[in-house]
């Protein structure tokens, strides 16, 4: 059955093709299709911060809190990552 997503069409230069390429075939072969839309995936949080942040700006309003959020929400991110690496030791 075909997918009902939206597709769309990506031109990438040599480098980033042949990165894509490494990526994939370290991965067991996986299709480029599937690589980028798994990174758009977990960046997807990220994406919609940046994009609230844009909306802010267009509509002249201060995004100062916005960012400052986006920044702590961050660092808790990472700070959440090495407490757990960091577990084990």
Do not use: W
């Not at 009902?4 to 299709?33: H, S, W, Y």
């Amino acid at each position: 059955m075909p997918s009902k997503k939206t597709r769309i069409n990506l031109t990438v230069d040599d480098d980033m093709n042949e990165l894509l390429t490494e990526l994939c075939d370290l991965q067991g072969g996986m299709p480029k299709a599937t690589l980028i839309n798994n990174y758009l995936d977990m960046l997807r949080p990220h994406m919609i911060e940046i994009r609230d942040a844009i909306r802010l700006v267009n509509e002249k309003k201060d995004p100062s809190a916005h960012l400052r959020k986006m920044l702590l929400n961050g660092q808790q991110d990472f700070l959440d990552v090495l407490k757990e690496e960091l577990k084990d030791d």
